[in-house]
């Protein structure tokens, strides 16, 4: 098994330290920060406890930088500053080496561009999410993130209007980098990409943000519709929502539940949503809700049965297979359905699979005259 070094102790650290315990393929030696009062401090990886070590020279072992958003300034400090040969100096995707082994094994033979554009890149780089599909650089410095003195979070600008981040986010930096994932996700070219450009938000009487998290999608169209639905359950988010949608207050509902097949004392349905309300036309839907979609698209059969027109927007990626559920339970009921451009890989889910997986469906009713 190959020996590597972690830099960081951070979550994302951590995260790798869990990610270890669960499928294994490296053995860490040693863990650095430049954190003095982390020296010392030991975590448990892969049942052995590995101590905390200021960084030094090392020409053994690869290193593993945590830390996408330190990543340059750390990879400086080491070549700089240590005499570190670059060649030893590995990104966050390192890890996952072994299913990019797999991955490439799997789709070999694959006839689809797209894959084998992804299998080309692979080869010379690390696996990650977009897997090399998205080429522009977002930096950090393209956004400026300020503090509110009032409440304390942290808030930036997304086309011009306030966003506010969940209290989560303490340093400028991490919010800035989490703003950035934003825009990657968002890139034309992304497979996470929701084309809000492409969809016609003329005339329509609901948006349903369901995982609204922080509401980037709503804030982009909030003046575009009549009436927009945020559907979170994190109390972090919700706060942060409140205060970002505090201009629109009087078209914006928040809704602190889960969506779900069906309505409880934690979770809604859309058909609840949506069939309360009289004189509705049009509705869009949105849902990126960690897994619930298969769930959350059978607790919308009466809005589909109805006159309403509806376009809906699904993650396909939290779970293999959910493609396809999702897809045939859109067309069996005579959806026109596409997908995102390109393919991503998803290491954050309980199972972890050696796919690369459509992300997002664009499903449109046909209405019929």
């Known amino acids: 098994m190959e020996k590597v070094i972690i830099f960081g102790t951070g979550k994302r650290a951590q995260w790798i330290f869990n990610y270890l315990d669960k499928y294994n393929g490296l053995e860490v030696v040693e863990i650095w920060d430049n954190n003095e009062k982390k020296t010392g401090k030991s975590y448990e990886v892969n049942g052995k406890n590995v101590v905390v070590k200021q960084p030094h020279y090392e020409n053994q072992y690869n290193i593993i930088v945590s830390s996408d958003v330190y990543y340059e ?66 930096l950090l410095d393209i956004f400026e993130v300020f503090k509110d003195s009032g409440n304390g979070l942290l808030y930036s600008f997304w086309q011009g209007k306030k966003i506010y981040l969940s209290s989560v986010y303490k340093n400028p930096n991490d919010a800035k980098a989490y703003l950035c994932s934003l825009c990657k996700e968002q890139d034309v070219n992304s497979p996470h990409c929701y084309n809000i450009d ?49 201009p629109y207050k009087d ?80 067309e069996q009921r005579g959806f026109n359905i596409t997908f995102a451009n390109g393919y991503m890989f998803f290491p954050y889910g309980e199972v972890i699979e050696p796919e690369l997986r459509k992300a997002v469906l664009t499903a449109r009713k046909i209405i019929k005259n």
């Open 73 to 138: 300034e750390i990879t400086k400090q080491l070549i700089e500053n240590l005499s570190i040969d670059p060649i030893y100096i590995k990104k966050f995707g390192y890890i996952f080496n072994n299913f990019k082994t797999k991955i490439l094994e799997k789709y070999k033979n694959s006839d689809n561009v797209g894959i084998n554009n992804i299998c080309q890149y692979l080869q010379e780089n690390e696996l990650d999410v977009f897997c090399g599909q998205i080429s522009n650089n977002y």
């Open 198 to 246: 492409k969809l016609d938000f003329d005339n329509t009487d609901i948006f349903i943000d369901g995982g609204a998290a922080e509401g980037f999608f709503a804030l982009q169209v909030i003046d575009k519709v009549k009436h927009v639905y945020l559907v979170e359950c994190d109390k972090e988010w919700v706060e942060a929502l409140k205060c970002t949608f505090e």
């Open 251 to 330: 078209k914006v509902t928040i809704i602190e539940k889960w969506l779900d097949e069906s309505d409880s004392e934690n979770t809604v349905s859309i058909d609840t949503l949506v069939l309360n309300n009289k004189n509705i036309d049009k509705i869009i839907v949105k849902m990126d809700i960690e897994g619930k979609e298969t769930d959350v698209i059978k607790g919308m059969k009466k809005l589909i049965d109805s006159d309403i027109d509806m376009t809906c927007i699904v993650c396909t990626y939290h779970k293999s297979g959910d493609k396809d559920i999702i897809h045939d339970f859109f």
